[in-house]
């Protein structure tokens, strides 16, 4: 979720610390907090090129839109089978993947971070199968590669376009990255990649990022057995350090209100387009403006209560697999959730009443 400089808009590094943040830690932390966000900001450029190297010398591009799609759940048993994960431990260094210490059916490791990212990719698993009948990633099975340990104190969490890595974090400000939102969210972009893609600048940037939290936020509340009202809505939380004075990175229920400190500063999400921001920072606010959508998405899972990850996330799993547009607009998308929702329901159902009801309300009419 964190871009910065010669990024490939196709196919991204994507980190969970938007670059905002990093700056802000690097303008205001004391000197070991400061040295590690410029440090960290480096590291995410090189990632990012060495993406770019990879997409030139010729990776199969994603496919157009991959993955069956069921308007209602599908089991494993009715031709949807297992994960394969494959969790390596990166002992703190750069190389990836690392050490492979957990393979698919292999019991704990002992490792409580590893077994952690071994649980919580099966639980996305599980949401993209079971719920929408997507089988993996790519829709194909791919294995579900992820890497703990990456780096030493590292304050950050990425896909790079064909597996996960997650930091530890220094302690101070972030205590860790392991948390299923956050997991779910990184795991969310392969599925975006392989769908057809949203280029990663302006507002198709944005809304890759939306989707991606949509998703996380989802994979968290079926796991938990919580309803819309029951959920908090936060995007990472508890993975603030002990000393920050914030829940999460975000929040869905209430853009900009996900943390307030002195070192991280205010949260900038908007909700409503009247507040959209206008920037060229973090490849035209691609971790801001998608308060907005996300913002949607919640308000439409309110307004119809229930468990969200029923058929509001099918009708924007649905969106997803139709649109077509790697450019789209947040109007483009309030369209093709429309469509979706007509498709899954009826035209004139309640449901696309309080559809159009939650675009309305942040300020795109559909």
């Given at each position: 979720?964190?871009?910065?400089?010669?990024?490939?808009?196709?196919?991204?590094?994507?980190c969970?610390?938007?670059?905002y943040?990093?700056?802000?830690?690097?303008?205001?932390?004391?000197?070991?907090?400061?040295?590690?966000?410029?440090?960290?900001l480096?590291?995410?450029?090189?990632?990012?090129?060495?993406?770019d190297?990879?997409?030139?010398?010729?990776?199969?591009?994603a496919?157009?839109?991959?993955?069956?799609?069921?308007?209602?759940?599908?089991?494993p048993?009715?031709?949807?089978?297992?994960?394969?994960?494959?969790?390596?431990?990166?002992?703190?260094?750069?190389?990836?993947?690392?050490?492979?210490?957990r393979?698919?059916?292999?019991?704990?490791?002992?490792?409580?971070?590893?077994d952690?990212?071994?649980d919580?990719?099966?639980?996305?698993f599980?949401l993209?199968?079971?719920?929408?009948?997507?089988?993996?990633l790519?829709?194909?099975?791919?294995?579900?590669?992820?890497?703990?340990?990456?780096?030493?104190?590292?304050?950050?969490?990425?896909?790079?376009?064909?597996q996960?890595?997650?930091?530890t974090?220094?302690?101070?400000?972030?205590?860790?990255f392991?948390?299923?939102?956050?997991?779910?969210?990184?795991m969310?972009?392969?599925?975006?990649?392989?769908?057809g893609?949203?280029?990663?600048e302006n507002?198709?940037g944005?809304?890759?990022e939306s989707i991606?939290?949509?998703?996380?936020?989802?994979?968290?509340?079926r796991?938990l057995?919580?309803?819309?009202?029951?959920?908090?809505w936060?995007?990472?939380?508890?993975?603030?350090?002990p000393?920050?004075n914030g829940?999460?990175?975000?929040s869905?229920?209430?853009?900009?209100?996900?943390?307030?400190?002195?070192?991280?500063?205010?949260?900038?999400?908007?909700?409503h387009m009247?507040?959209?921001?206008a920037?060229?920072?973090?490849?035209g606010?691609?971790?801001?403006?998608?308060g907005?959508?996300n913002?949607?998405f919640?308000?439409?899972?309110?307004?119809?209560?229930?468990?969200?990850w029923?058929?509001p996330?099918?009708?924007?799993?649905?969106?997803?697999q139709?649109l077509?547009?790697?450019?789209a607009s947040?109007?483009?998308w309030?369209?093709q959730?429309?469509?979706?929702a007509?498709?899954?329901?009826?035209?004139?159902?309640?449901?696309t009443?309080m559809?159009?009801?939650?675009?309305k309300?942040?300020?795109?009419?559909?």
């Amino acid at each position: 979720m964190c871009f910065l400089l010669h990024c490939s808009h196709h196919h991204p590094i994507t980190c969970i610390v938007p670059p905002y943040m990093l700056r802000v830690l690097a303008l205001r932390g004391d000197a070991k907090t400061a040295e590690m966000a410029r440090t960290l900001l480096k590291q995410t450029e090189k990632l990012r090129d060495e993406r770019d190297e990879l997409t030139r010398a010729g990776l199969p591009p994603a496919h157009p839109i991959s993955g069956a799609y069921a308007a209602t759940a599908v089991s494993p048993a009715e031709g949807l089978c297992c994960p394969d994960r494959r969790i390596h431990d990166g002992q703190f260094r750069a190389a990836l993947p690392g050490k492979l210490v957990r393979s698919e059916g292999d019991g704990p490791t002992g490792i409580p971070d590893a077994d952690t990212a071994y649980d919580a990719a099966g639980q996305v698993f599980s949401l993209f199968a079971e719920e929408y009948g997507r089988n993996s990633l790519d829709g194909e099975g791919m294995p579900l590669v992820a890497t703990v340990h990456h780096r030493r104190d590292y304050n950050n969490a990425f896909w790079n376009g064909t597996q996960m890595a997650y930091g530890t974090g220094d302690g101070k400000v972030f205590r860790t990255f392991l948390e299923l939102s956050v997991i779910g969210h990184e795991m969310a972009h392969g599925v975006i990649q392989h769908s057809g893609g949203l280029i990663y600048e302006n507002q198709s940037g944005a809304l890759n990022e939306s989707i991606a939290d949509v998703f996380g936020s989802l994979a968290l509340q079926r796991a938990l057995g919580q309803e819309v009202h029951q959920a908090d809505w936060l995007v990472g939380r508890g993975i603030l350090g002990p000393g920050i004075n914030g829940a999460a990175l975000r929040s869905m229920k209430a853009p900009g209100t996900a943390y307030s400190d002195d070192l991280l500063g205010q949260d900038p999400q908007p909700w409503h387009m009247d507040h959209f921001v206008a920037t060229s920072d973090d490849n035209g606010g691609v971790h801001i403006n998608s308060g907005i959508p996300n913002h949607a998405f919640y308000l439409f899972c309110a307004y119809l209560g229930g468990r969200a990850w029923e058929l509001p996330g099918r009708v924007w799993y649905r969106a997803l697999q139709t649109l077509n547009n790697p450019m789209a607009s947040f109007s483009d998308w309030a369209d093709q959730t429309m469509d979706a929702a007509i498709e899954l329901t009826s035209r004139g159902s309640i449901e696309t009443v309080m559809l159009r009801r939650a675009w309305k309300l942040v300020g795109i009419a559909i």
